[in-house]
């Protein structure tokens, strides 16, 4: 136990006598913090205190009189159970298979993560973000939860401080993954609660990179609630006092741009997006990840052609558009289709409604296409546009009318990821 813990424990063992004054009780203060880490380790879930202190014959109600089990009742008791039938008893042991691993691993990481254990769940955050692009929240939402498990376990024990930090970390970048799927389903409220999570969290890591991105994935709730103010006032502090070039900085300015266009100010808007674009050209290679939790040029592009789309630019439109889906994965499930909707309502304002009508409704009944709380979001916002134009087509209609926010509890298998 001592070499699990820390190989420069081994031959480190308490004395004779010091050991003998543990089996009898008498010890006045708790044995060397070494030999403490160890004890701890061999009894998961007991504490030093506990496992010396005396015997205490008042820790079982006096009151119960204590019988040994009758062999013929557990017989019985078993037979009782497998009558349950095999439904029953997969339920009750699927948690059991599921965790077990995890929680053995628990037992063994109790006090000293290991780095095999610490790369495991680094590199399960990025994968986790990945599939975010192409997965539904129901896919990702069971992993990423039994991940924060491991972590909140594992920092019930104090870690050394670099496996803390790296798990805090780890645990911030989670708890977006878990936001992300909340927004998709119109969850704000809890999607708000979980970036605040990711926000202090990546706080006690010391990670301003992770903070501004919880800061920027937070602006994604008032920019789907129409409050283009709301957007400015919480990413232009920070960006007034910003220095260096991260996506999460990028993304701000993305948003940002997005607040202006939507209030009408052209001339805020293309500063802002051109700070988007440079800032984003500036970061470092090893920043520009791909995935639910970080910001592409391809975004970038998807948001000056949102932008210029509020401003009723057709042509900057079509261009941004053109541009950002030859960048985009044609199956990624909803930024293809959100370029589709800011390029469709640009159209509309120009008075093309049936080529608007046309593209909207493609972008809809694109395989790849989840109708995720973003979708449904621009889709609605194209068919007011056609109300006030006083022109419909029924394809329109038709695919408007089947389209549903998921539940990320209760989908089954298909793709969802954010916009």
Same mark, same amino acid.
């Given at each position: 136990?001592?070499?699990?813990?820390?190989?420069?424990?081994?031959?480190?063992?308490?004395?004779?006598?010091?050991?003998?004054?543990?089996?009898?009780?008498?010890?006045?203060?708790?044995?060397?913090?070494?030999?403490?880490?160890?004890?701890?380790?061999?009894?998961?879930?007991?504490?030093?205190?506990?496992?010396?202190?005396?015997?205490?014959?008042?820790?079982?109600?006096?009151?119960?009189?204590?019988?040994?089990?009758?062999?013929?009742?557990?017989?019985?008791?078993?037979?009782?159970?497998?009558?349950?039938?095999?439904?029953?008893?997969?339920?009750?042991?699927?948690?059991?298979?599921?965790?077990?691993?995890?929680?053995?691993?628990?037992?063994?990481?109790?006090?000293?993560?290991?780095?095999?254990?610490?790369?495991?769940?680094?590199?399960?955050?990025?994968?986790?973000?990945?599939?975010?692009?192409?997965?539904?929240?129901?896919?990702?939402?069971?992993?990423?939860?039994?991940?924060?498990?491991?972590?909140?376990?594992?920092?019930?024990?104090?870690?050394?401080? #670099? =496996?803390?930090?790296? &798990?805090?970390? /780890?645990?911030?970048? $989670?708890?977006? !993954?878990? %936001?992300?799927?909340?927004?998709? *389903?119109?969850?704000?409220?809890?999607?708000?609660?979980?970036?605040?999570?990711?926000?202090?969290?990546?706080?006690?890591?010391?990670?301003?990179?992770?903070?501004?991105?919880?800061?920027?994935?937070?602006?994604?709730?008032?920019?789907?609630?129409? #409050? =283009?103010?709301?957007? &400015?006032?919480? /990413?232009?502090?920070? $960006?007034?006092? !910003?220095? %260096?070039?991260?996506?999460?900085? *990028?993304?701000?300015?993305?948003?940002?741009?997005?607040?202006?266009?939507?209030?009408?100010?052209?001339?805020?808007?293309?500063?802002?997006?051109?700070?988007?674009?440079?800032?984003?050209?500036?970061?470092?290679?090893?920043?520009?990840?791909?995935?639910?939790?970080?910001?592409?040029?391809?975004?970038?592009?998807?948001?000056?052609?949102?932008?210029?789309?509020?401003?009723?630019?057709?042509?900057?439109?079509?261009?941004?558009?053109?541009?950002?889906?030859?960048?985009?994965?044609?199956?990624?499930?909803?930024?293809?289709?959100?370029?589709?909707?800011?390029?469709?309502?640009?159209?509309?304002?120009?008075?093309?409604?049936?080529?608007?009508?046309?593209?909207?409704?493609?972008?809809?009944?694109?395989?790849?296409?989840?109708?995720?709380?973003?979708?449904?979001?621009?889709?609605?916002?194209?068919?007011?546009?056609?109300?006030?134009?006083?022109?419909?087509?029924?394809?329109?209609?038709?695919?408007?009318?089947?389209?549903?926010?998921?539940?990320?509890?209760?989908?089954?298998?298909?793709?969802?990821?954010?916009?």
């Amino acid at each position: 136990m001592a070499r699990s813990v820390d190989r420069r424990l081994v031959g480190s063992s308490p004395s004779r006598e010091a050991y003998g004054r543990w089996l009898k009780g008498h010890l006045k203060t708790k044995p060397h913090a070494d030999h403490c880490r160890v004890l701890e380790r061999m009894f998961p879930g007991h504490t030093v205190a506990e496992l010396l202190a005396p015997y205490d014959p008042g820790g079982e109600d006096p009151g119960v009189q204590q019988t040994r089990p009758d062999p013929r009742e557990a017989a019985t008791n078993r037979r009782e159970v497998f009558q349950l039938g095999a439904t029953t008893m997969a339920l009750g042991l699927t948690e059991s298979i599921l965790r077990g691993p995890d929680l053995f691993e628990q037992a063994l990481d109790s006090s000293n993560v290991g780095e095999a254990r610490l790369l495991y769940l680094e590199s399960a955050v990025d994968r986790l973000a990945q599939k975010m692009e192409k997965a539904h929240p129901a896919s990702v939402l069971p992993e990423t939860l039994l991940c924060l498990t491991s972590i909140r376990e594992l920092l019930a024990h104090r870690q050394l401080t #670099d =496996a803390q930090r790296r &798990l805090v970390r /780890v645990g911030a970048s $989670l708890s977006l !993954v878990v %936001g992300v799927a909340m927004f998709c *389903a119109n969850q704000f409220p809890l999607a708000r609660r979980w970036y605040a999570a990711a926000t202090r969290a990546a706080e006690e890591a010391g990670d301003q990179r992770l903070s501004d991105l919880a800061l920027a994935n937070t602006a994604l709730l008032p920019t789907y609630s129409g #409050d =283009a103010p709301g957007v &400015l006032a919480l /990413v232009t502090p920070r $960006l007034e006092q !910003v220095t %260096g070039a991260t996506p999460a900085i *990028a993304w701000m300015w993305g948003f940002a741009a997005l607040a202006h266009a939507s209030l009408g100010d052209r001339d805020a808007f293309e500063r802002a997006i051109s700070r988007s674009r440079t800032t984003l050209e500036r970061c470092e290679p090893a920043h520009q990840q791909s995935g639910a939790l970080s910001f592409q040029p391809q975004r970038q592009m998807f948001y000056e052609t949102r932008g210029r789309a509020d401003l009723g630019d057709l042509e900057g439109t079509a261009d941004a558009a053109t541009r950002a889906l030859a960048a985009y994965d044609p199956t990624d499930n909803a930024d293809p289709a959100l370029v589709r909707f800011a390029y469709a309502c640009a159209l509309v304002k120009a008075g093309e409604i049936e080529e608007a009508c046309h593209i909207a409704t493609a972008a809809i009944r694109d395989p790849s296409t989840c109708p995720s709380h973003v979708v449904v979001v621009r889709a609605h916002e194209f068919d007011a546009l056609l109300a006030t134009s006083g022109s419909v087509t029924a394809d329109w209609q038709e695919a408007l009318s089947e389209l549903r926010v998921p539940n990320p509890t209760t989908l089954p298998a298909g793709s969802l990821a954010r916009g």
